[in-house]
DNA sequence: TGGCCTCGAGTTCA
DNA sequence: CTCGAGGCCA
């Protein structure tokens, strides 16, 4: 039988133990155990530590949080500066700055390079005497910073003392930063105590960092990772940045993961690479690449700019935010009467593209930003397509409110909105707007497919008023269309040809074409898998509600439109017209080998378009959604996927690419 | 009633 | 893609 442990030994045994977690957790990213038994353990030291105050060391992780006294962020002087890197954002200008390592090297001597992420945080020096660290200061301006010890203490990613063989006093470099989901966990806990959640992860870190008291810091798991030093004394110092940042692990503190180029091709290719296929598996913000000589003997003899090191720089990714100034405020009315409110901006170039336009949602939101015209605001085009304002950066002078509209723009009508929702609507039911937007729609592709009644087309066509409803579609003659001056002989007869073709669609294609309120593209399916068109003129709205996933709302959004005099009518008309309204087959293939599988697709996909892929899985039995969620079997992810490869990632959702895909299909 | 999980609706630029 | 909101289940 064992002898019981000591206090002293058992708080010895406790303390390895939980920096050994935290070094799991946060260099090498494989936790063994769970934040409650950690929090056990941590329970446990304290208990011990209360009992036998004589035995608590200064490096006890307990002392994280109480050990420090908030030195109220002194400015400190960096043992050597914190110099900013030089940008480049092109081919050009990196191929430029290899030209210039070279020529400044000895002959012969070609360099090596380092590349590693550029994380979007914020650096940090921490300062090691004889393993124990001592110190901990923001940049600032690169020569003083602030002292932030106390709290850098409380971030369990920063070890309290380094592994074995630690130089006698080292002052490390690094960035601060948050992944992702620890940020959006910080900002549910802000929403909940009704405070305002931060724009970014790396506000969220600055502000995490520089928190007044060190038991938030503590909860925010903030991580670190080191990527140059200012001080090195003592022996071994590193002879190369590989050397470097392997000692840095070594010793326990997280460094970035570097690619080493041969030359400045393969720095090119690793770019473009990196933002293809590394960079959307990330768990955190990366901005660009740092592109570093490898060899120590190398930088020495490349030295300084007087604001830069030669031997690095930073070769960064188009921004994903841009500023720019509102001019004024349009608004949009959609296919249900629904009053967007869109900001014109000053064009301003953001991730590729032209921004002029940018949508506001709804008024709440104008609310919550408290924007003006005039405004100077933050807009922001990250992974996904359509810009958003994140935020006003600066108050216009002669700035103007934003009031919502009291009449429709288009018919000017008078604007309804219903207690409790956050959406104004023009309540005119043959709202020129609102036509043309579901006329659009009932042509679209996932609706009746009609290519060739597009935009412009629709526009014209209501304006002349040869379409006052869908059913005017399957009335036009050629002549009508000549007439237009929009349509050449050819392109009428093959609109008319398209036209003719769309009255063969299912069932549920014109059930979702009609724009029933609250009846979208799943709910036309259900719907018209279970009843045919003259049982639903005759339905009930407890009728419709027995089905599955129809509730009150959506019952009687369609009862409503059976029932009215203009959608009897309408179907009176389409029926006339020849429209076939079979009910969809759903051929299910023998066995249907994705029987219980749901699924979602992101991102470009090579074989197909996403709909075609949806298709299939439909057809093998298996479910599509546009969600992912825990209940998610597989989310495929094709090339440059967004948020919803984060969301399978955070969640532990399988992932598969394109390829993996195609091997579940039969 | 609250907390998921879905769906519907609106939107940008080239 | 993101938001708001409807439907369902505990």
């Known amino acids: 039988m064992p002898a019981k442990k000591t206090p002293k030994a058992e708080i010895a045994e406790l303390s390895a133990a939980i920096g050994e977690h935290d070094r799991r957790y946060y260099l090498l990213d494989e936790p063994i155990i769970s934040d409650t038994e950690y929090d056990r353990l941590m329970k446990r030291l304290k208990d011990l530590e209360a009992a036998h105050p004589e035995l608590i060391k200064a490096e006890s992780p307990t002392r994280r949080v109480a050990g420090g006294v908030g030195s109220d962020f002194a400015p400190v002087k960096h043992g050597a500066p914190m110099l900013s890197l030089e940008n480049a954002y092109e081919e050009d200008d990196i191929r430029a700055w290899d ?35 001592t110190r901990a200061a923001t940049r600032g301006d690169g020569d003083t910073g602030e002292d932030v010890s106390a709290n850098a203490r409380a971030i369990r990613a920063i070890p309290l003392r380094l592994g074995e063989n630690a130089p006698q006093r080292l002052e490390v470099r690094g960035e601060i930063y948050l992944t992702f989901s620890d940020f959006e966990a910080i900002n549910t806990q802000e929403r909940r105590a009704g405070r305002e959640p931060f724009v970014n992860p790396r506000n969220c870190a600055a502000g995490s960092l520089r928190q007044k008291n060190p038991a938030v810091t503590a909860q925010r798991r903030l991580r670190f990772t080191a990527h140059s030093y200012g001080v090195w004394d003592g022996a071994d110092e590193p002879r190369s940045h590989a050397e470097f940042l392997e000692r840095c692990r070594a010793l326990g503190l997280a460094s970035s993961p570097a690619k080493r180029c041969v030359d400045v091709n393969a720095v090119v290719s690793w770019y473009a690479d990196f933002k293809e296929r590394e960079m959307p598996r990330l768990p955190y913000a990366v901005d660009g690449l740092v592109v570093k000589v490898d060899d120590f003997s190398q930088q020495k003899r490349l030295g300084f700019t007087a604001k830069s090191p030669r031997w690095a720089v ?276 023998a ?76």
């Open 99 to 133: 030209e210039r390592v070279r020529k400044n090297l000895p002959p012969g001597q070609s360099p090596s390079y380092l590349v590693e992420p550029k994380i979007d945080g914020l650096s940090c020096a921490l300062t090691y005497v004889d393993g124990s660290l």
């Open 314 to 589: 930073a070769f960064k990714y188009p921004a994903q935010q841009a500023t720019s100034t509102v001019l004024s405020v349009a608004f949009s009315v959609g296919r249900t009467g629904t009053i967007t409110p869109v900001a014109k901006v000053e064009p301003v170039f953001c991730a590729g593209v032209t921004i002029s336009s940018v949508t506001l949602h709804n008024f709440e939101e104008i609310a919550r930003l408290g924007l003006r015209v005039g405004d100077r605001v933050l807009i922001e085009r990250a992974g996904e397509v359509i810009p958003k304002v994140v935020k006003v950066v600066e108050r216009g002078k002669a700035g103007s409110d934003i009031a919502p509209p009291t009449r429709c723009p288009d018919c000017s009508a008078a604007v309804s909105k219903d207690e409790g929702f956050v959406a104004f609507r023009c309540d005119n039911i043959s709202c020129p707007a609102q036509l043309r937007r579901t006329v659009e729609h009932f042509a679209s592709r996932p609706a009746m497919d009609i290519s060739g009644l597009g935009e412009a087309a629709v526009d014209q066509l209501v304006a002349k008023k040869i379409v006052a409803n869908v059913a005017d579609i399957y009335a036009m003659t050629k002549h009508q269309l000549l007439d237009l001056d929009l349509f050449a002989d050819k392109k009428a007869d093959n609109l008319l040809e398209q036209i003719n073709e769309s009255k063969s669609k299912t069932l549920d294609r014109v059930l979702f074409g009609l724009g029933i309120r609250h009846v979208g593209e799943k709910t036309a399916e259900v719907i018209a898998g279970l009843f045919s068109i003259d049982e639903m003129l005759r339905m009930s709205a407890e009728e419709f509600q027995a089905a599955p996933d129809i509730g009150p709302v959506v019952a009687k959004s369609l009862h409503d439109f059976f029932s009215s005099p203009s959608g009897r009518d309408l179907i009176d008309r389409l029926r006339k017209s020849g429209l076939a309204m079979a009910k969809p087959k759903r051929l299910v293939a």
């Open 591 to 666: 066995g249907a080998p994705l029987a219980g599988l749901s699924f979602v697709f992101t991102g470009e996909l090579k074989s197909c378009t996403r709909q075609e892929a949806e298709e299939k899985v439909k057809a093998l039995g298996g479910k599509a959604s546009g969600t992912v969620s825990s209940k998610t079997s597989y989310v495929v992810a094709g090339h440059a996927a967004g948020s919803k490869l984060k969301k399978a990632l955070s969640l532990g959702v399988k992932v598969l690419n394109e390829d993996q895909f195609q091997e579940l299909l039969p």
